[in-house]
């Protein structure tokens, strides 16, 4: 079970800060002081995050708390222990809060509505070929199973492919991830 806090700026010393979201929307706006390890990327950085654990509580970060919720689970069963942030970057920032900015760096949309992007172009496509040919509505219906499955299991590959897109990958101005890593570590 996933623990969750509510953080004022104030407590945010007492935390290493690790953020989960790609290097994309990492680049748009990541709450001060955040190392930027894609939930993806978990496994390679077990390692690093064990040492940054060991000196002090791991906070793990996200746009809303969801991913950052599934973070800490899969922290958790490598051995370390972590919190998540109440809301992520969503409900800091809407606080108030101060938010760094990649210098340069051309924020991509957040992971929930490339989602939404993507399974709505895909259902609307199947629907319309559907009219010419029948047999495409089975891509409607598999966009909606997918949906369906998304939301019952509370993971969604469809996000996990677009986070592997070039333009989620790479940020201007981002710290590179063997760099991070060896932050961490120190």
Known sequence: MTTAITLTPTRLGEFTVVDVRTPGEYAGGHVPGAHNIPLDRLDEAASALRT????????????????????????????????????????????????????????????????????GSLALAGFVAGLAWPPAHWLSGLIGGG????????????ASLLGRLPYNRRAVGAVPFQETLARLAA
């Not at 920032?93 to 929930?112: C, L």
């Not at 949906?147 to 469809?158: D, I, K, P, R």
């Open 52 to 119: 940054a654990a060991a000196r002090g509580s791991l906070l793990v970060v996200c746009a809303s708390g969801a991913r950052s919720a599934k973070g800490c689970d899969r922290l958790a069963a490598l051995g370390v222990e972590a919190v998540s942030l109440d809301g992520g970057t969503g409900a800091w920032a809407a606080a108030g809060h101060p938010v760094e900015r990649s210098a340069g760096a051309r924020t991509p949309w957040p992971m929930d509505r490339q989602v939404r992007l993507t399974a």
């Open 147 to 158: 949906l369906f499955f998304s939301a019952v299991t509370n993971t969604c590959g469809m």
